[in-house]
């Protein structure tokens, strides 16, 4: 298997631009999660979902933040419009309930918002 | 609520020097655990893993961790440490045994080793 994948893998931007993140779980996994890391906050857990449903969603920022799982194979985190305090790298990780938490995690998106 | 407390936020040891990083989590009720590990630049990648069973498990590249159920805790051990284990560890913690989906981290340590 491939693991996750993520895309693009760099993204810089200009303050106020909309920025999209993409995600390509493992397949079969039935839960997909999105983190941010930073050097001030750490990793934080923004949103999950479990079979395509957002499940908890109480550490997205703020508005500007969205996600969606259209189907089972691709999740989108979509920021607008973006400042330069979301600069950050964001991961995406899946995991199958089966498995018991383990998650995999993809190589992440480094955000660059100037 | 649920939480995971890795109590040094850096350490910094000499190659060959023995590693214990401690975890402590808070929930009474049966919890899946791990340790992932995050060297510079990558992302995070699992190291160790606990379910049921021998408490003491043994992970990647001579790592071990010790369940503790009375105290709470889930450390990570290595007897020799190298300087390829520079890195970020995040202890981690399903609650309810894996029936729902999502982990509690730590705020993770960071482990440098000086050659």
């Known amino acids: 298997d491939a693991g996750v994948i993520q895309s693009p893998r760099h993204e810089v931007t200009e303050m106020g631009q909309e920025v999209t993140l993409r995600c390509k779980p493992i397949?079969?996994?039935?839960?997909l999660f999105w983190y941010r890391q930073t050097m001030m906050r750490g990793l934080e857990l923004l949103i999950y979902?479990?079979?395509?449903?957002?499940?908890?969603d109480s550490g997205m920022p703020e508005d500007r933040f969205s996600a969606k799982m259209p189907n089972a194979s691709f999740s989108t985190l979509k920021i607008q419009p973006s400042e330069p305090r979301d600069s950050a790298v964001y991961f995406c990780?899946?995991?199958?309930?089966?498995?018991?938490?383990?998650?995999?995690f993809g190589p992440g998106t480094r955000l660059t918002v100037t | 609520a649920q939480s995971v407390s890795q109590h040094n936020h850096h350490v910094i040891l000499s190659e060959a020097a023995s590693l214990e990083l401690g975890c402590n989590y808070s929930y009474g009720g049966t919890v899946n655990l791990f340790w992932y590990v995050q060297y510079p630049g990558q992302h995070l990648q699992l190291l160790l893993k606990y379910f049921s069973g021998d408490p003491l498990v043994k992970g990647i590249k001579g790592f071990e961790a010790e369940f503790i159920k009375s105290k709470f805790s889930f450390n990570l051990r290595k007897p020799s440490v190298q300087w390829s284990d520079t890195a970020e560890y995040f202890c981690a913690v399903n609650v309810y045994g894996g029936s729902q989906g999502n982990l509690i981290f730590g705020k993770g340590t960071k482990l440098s080793v000086k050659p």
């Open positions: 397949s079969g996994h039935d839960y």
């Open positions: 979902f479990n079979n395509n449903v957002p499940i908890d």
């Open positions: 990780a899946s995991s199958l309930r089966e498995r018991g938490g383990e998650q995999y």
